[in-house]
C-alpha cells in the first residue's frame, strides 16, 4: 500500500510539473511506467532532465580553395563557394585551340537571394602569361586597377599604377592576338535554352552601349545581328545536367569556339561578338560575377610580378 501511495503521489507532481512547464516532451504513459517501475522494484531513480537543450557541434574543417601543383596537368582548383572543380590546364578540341591556364574564378549569384547559378572560370593563352607586362598599360599592373570602376573610384583608394583602369585594362588585353575562354559549370540542373538566352542579353547589352556611344557603323550592326543568330542556333533543344562544363573559347584571330563536355557546339566568326562577350565578365558595371572579377585581377597581378 504504501508503494502505491508512493507511485500515486510520483504520478501526481509530475502531471502538475507537465502543465507548469510546456517545454517538457515526456509521454504521460511513459512516465507511469517507469515510476511504477521504481516503486515496485524499490529502487531509487531519477530520471533524465529531458529539457536541457542538446547542442550539435561540427567539427568539420571548413572547405577552403584548393591549389594543387601546376606541374600535375589533371591538377583542380576549387570554387570555393560552390567547390565546382576546375582544371588549371584545358585545351580545345581543333587544333587551332593553344593550352590555356587558368587565371581565375568565382560564382555567379542571381536575385536579391543571391542564389548561386554557376561557376565561372577565366583562362588565357600559356604563351601571353609571361609577356603581360609587354601589353601598353599592364607593366605596372596591380589588382586594384582592374576591379576599380574609372568613374566611380573613391577618393581615398591608392592610386592607380597603369594608366588605364578597369574594363579598358581587359579591353587592351583582348586587343592583342591573344586566345582566352571562359568556362561555365551550373550549380544546379539547367537548360541550353537558359544560358543562350544568358549570352543573347549580355551581346545586346554591349551592343546598345556600343550605339550609344556612336563606335558601331549600320553595316556591323547588321553583321552583329546575323552573328548573334548563328550563336544563338547552335544550342540543341536539351537540359545541362549540373556539374557540366560549357566553354567559350576566343581564339587568337578573333572566332568564338563553342564546346559542351568537350564536344564542339558551333563556331562564330565574330570578333566583336567574341571580344565583348569576354568583356561582360569585366564590365565596370553590372559585372556578372564579381567573385571572378576580384580573383582574376589576383591572378593577373601575380603573372605581372613573375
Keep these: ?100 591556364s587558368l587565371v581565375g574564378l568565382g560564382v555567379r549569384k542571381v536575385s536579391f537571394l543571391r542564389v548561386k547559378v554557376y561557376s565561372v572560370a577565366f583562362y588565357l593563352e600559356d604563351s601571353l602569361t609571361s609577356r603581360l607586362r609587354d601589353i601598353p598599360g599592364w607593366r605596372s599592373f596591380s589588382a586594384f586597377d582592374l576591379i576599380a570602376a574609372p568613374a566611380s573610384a573613391p577618393a581615398a583608394a591608392p592610386p592607380a599604377s597603369s594608366a588605364l583602369q578597369g574594363e579598358a585594362l581587359m579591353a587592351s588585353l583582348l586587343d592583342q592576338p591573344v586566345a582566352c575562354a571562359v568556362r561555365i559549370v551550373p550549380t544546379r540542373n539547367t537548360d541550353f535554352a537558359h544560358l543562350r538566352d544568358g549570352f543573347t542579353r549580355a551581346i545586346q547589352a554591349r551592343q546598345k552601349l556600343a550605339r550609344v556611344g556612336g563606335r558601331l557603323t549600320d553595316a556591323e550592326e547588321e553583321r552583329i545581328a546575323q552573328s548573334t543568330q548563328t550563336l544563338k542556333a547552335m544550342f540543341p533543344s536539351q537540359s545541362v545536367p549540373k556539374g557540366k562544363a560549357l566553354t567559350l573559347t576566343r581564339l587568337a584571330k578573333g572566332e568564338l569556339v563553342v564546346e559542351y563536355e568537350g564536344k564542339l557546339l558551333g563556331r562564330v566568326n565574330d570578333p566583336w561578338i567574341s571580344r565583348e562577350l569576354m568583356l561582360a565578365y569585366f564590365a565596370d558595371k553590372d559585372v556578372i560575377s564579381p567573385k571572378l572579377k576580384e580573383d582574376v585581377a589576383s591572378g593577373l597581378e601575380a603573372l605581372c610580378k613573375r
Excluded: E, Y
Design 1 to 100: 500500500m504504501r508503494g502505491t501511495a508512493v507511485c500515486r503521489q510520483a504520478v501526481h507532481s509530475l502531471r502538475s510539473g507537465a502543465a507548469r512547464s510546456s517545454s517538457s516532451r515526456i509521454p504521460l504513459r511513459f512516465a507511469q511506467t517507469a515510476f511504477v517501475a521504481v516503486a515496485i522494484g524499490g529502487i531509487v531513480w531519477t530520471a533524465p532532465d529531458f529539457r536541457k537543450s542538446w547542442v550539435i557541434k561540427n567539427d568539420a574543417a571548413p572547405q577552403v580553395d584548393h591549389r594543387v601543383s601546376a606541374d600535375d596537368k589533371d591538377a583542380m582548383r576549387f570554387d570555393p563557394d560552390t567547390q565546382i572543380p576546375f582544371p588549371l590546364h584545358i585545351a580545345g578540341t581543333s587544333a587551332s585551340s593553344p593550352a590555356l
